[in-house]
């Protein structure tokens, strides 16, 4: 089982609409969880840490259920330019740098 | 506009040129790594600085040599390079290596002819 797995979609929704991605990891020791948005031929940007009471930053909402060892990412009022490819990154403990996920595809179609 | 500043953006090379990339932070942070990234992959982890020193390769081949002059700066030279090393290059940053979050740089574009 891989260590950071996500629905590589695509996901294709109609702009207004809500979604919600998941990203399973293996490793209960995990710390630390975070979004990242990356749009075609450009960096990885942090979109949001991930804490254990869930956040939220106007129409995106994190949340982690540490019991079922997953993330989520909830979009709402999707808008044309949230179609993007989102990665989930995760930190195991100590001194250890990020493990990706492959990213899941989100085009928001008007 | 991101905070990590990668240089060239761009850089077409042939197989037997030397050449570096470069990456530059001010945000104080205290951790930097080399991540490789092809189409419609992840970034792959190469290198991490901590504290300026070396603490992590993932194994990656000779051909590619990081440096880390100081805090701010990290290098990465690259000499013999084999065309299915054409990647986005990117550099990160982060104020320490445990469970930070990392802010990338825009990436160099690589392609070896």
């Known amino acids: 089982r891989k260590e950071v797995e996500q629905d590589p979609g695509p996901f294709n929704v109609p702009e207004g609409a809500t979604v919600a991605f998941n990203c399973t990891y293996s490793?209960?020791?995990?710390?630390?969880f975070f979004w990242y948005r990356q749009d075609c031929r450009k960096e990885p940007k942090l979109l949001m840490s991930?804490?254990?009471s869930g956040n939220e930053d106007g129409r995106f909402t994190a949340q982690l259920n540490r019991a079922s060892q997953y993330i989520s990412l909830l979009i709402r009022d999707s808008k044309l330019s949230d179609s993007a490819t989102y990665l989930c990154?995760?930190?195991?403990?100590?001194?250890?740098?990020?493990?990706f996920g492959k990213g899941t595809r989100l085009s928001v179609i008007a | 506009d991101t905070e990590v500043t990668q240089t060239p953006k761009h850089l077409v090379m042939g197989m037997t040129n030397k050449k570096s990339l470069k990456c530059e932070q001010h945000?104080?942070?205290?951790?930097m790594y080399w991540y490789k990234q092809k189409a419609k992959k992840p970034p792959e982890l190469m290198f991490v600085?901590?504290?300026?020193?070396?603490?992590i390769n993932e194994s990656v081949p000779s051909r590619f040599s990081p440096e880390c002059p100081n805090s701010s700066l990290l290098n990465l030279h690259l000499h013999a390079l084999q065309p299915e090393d054409s990647a986005l290059y990117l550099c990160?940053?982060?104020?320490?290596?445990?469970?930070?979050?990392?802010?990338f740089g825009d990436g160099t574009r690589l392609s070896i002819l």
């Open positions: 990160a940053s982060s104020r320490g290596t445990a469970n930070q979050p990392q802010h």
């Open positions: 490793n209960s020791a995990s710390q630390s």
């Open positions: 991930v804490y254990s």
């Open positions: 990154a995760v930190t195991h403990s100590g001194n250890t740098p990020l493990v």
């Open positions: 945000m104080g942070h205290r951790a």
């Open positions: 600085y901590s504290y300026e020193k070396l603490s």
